[in-house]
């Protein structure tokens, strides 16, 4: 897909999805994954300080590395020279800083991605594989899924009892994931009559899907094959040379 940074913007949808993904997180919250380690804002979904990255403060002209936030009351800025955390945040810390997500971080995720999978569905031009069931499946606890096949052994007693074992365990993790995925798909259905409500028919159209805290973004462009025919053509039309690769 080409970079839509720079191209011009027909239409904007923007859902607040905090209610769905609160009402998926309560019905899955003991079978999702924590969110990434690091230091959250009360306003952010994605950790401000990301586990493993480096952070600093300025003192004059100098910088000094953040070894413990606790400790900070500055500023903090990332490698970039970014600010990242605000020295309004940070004397407030109690308030606004957490070490766990203050949004349910894996619901809205699984939800974008399912949003995802409509716009991929829906445009004619993108041939799209199962792969969102992946996308999905990453953000719930791997054992939901691995109900330990047993190692066979030259007990044939033995391996049966574990076979049986094994079958019941399966059996009682396929019933978890189906509840799990009857209430992602109950918490998503109203999202997806938005979203689909604003695609209409317009199929042949480039969209973009971004997930912005809690608030979900569709954005459409222009037709495709418009883009692909300026592309191809659109400087020899306006008259101008084709760039020298």
Request: proline share 4%; aromatic share 10%.
């Amino acid at each position: 897909m080409s970079d839509l940074k720079h191209m011009v913007l027909e239409a904007k949808l923007r859902i607040d999805i905090a209610s769905s993904a609160n009402q998926l997180d309560l019905q899955c919250a003991e079978i999702l994954l924590p969110p990434p380690k690091g230091i959250y804002l009360k306003t952010r979904l994605e950790p401000v300080l990301v586990d493993g990255n480096n952070y600093y403060v300025r003192r004059g002209t100098t910088t000094e590395p953040v070894i413990d936030v606790n400790l900070v009351n500055e500023n903090i800025y990332d490698e970039n020279n970014k600010l990242v955390i605000p020295k309004s945040y940070l004397l407030k810390k109690e308030k606004y800083l957490s070490n766990d997500s203050f949004m349910p971080y894996r619901a809205a995720k699984i939800i974008e991605c399912m949003a995802s999978n409509v716009v991929d569905l829906f445009v004619a031009y993108r041939n799209v594989g199962d792969h969102w069931h992946e996308r999905i499946n990453r953000h719930f606890r791997p054992e939901c899924f691995d109900a330990g096949y047993p190692i066979h052994t030259l007990n044939e007693a033995e391996n049966l009892a574990n076979m049986v074992a094994y079958a019941e365990r399966k059996q009682k993790l396929d019933e978890v994931m189906d509840e799990a995925y009857s209430a992602r798909d109950s918490a998503f259905l109203p999202i997806k009559q938005e979203i689909e409500l604003f695609l209409g028919t317009l199929n042949w159209h480039m969209y973009s899907v971004k997930l912005v805290d809690t608030q979900l973004e569709v954005e459409r462009f222009c037709d495709y094959r418009v883009h692909l025919w300026e592309m191809e053509h659109g400087a020899k039309f306006r008259g101008e040379e084709p760039a020298v690769e």
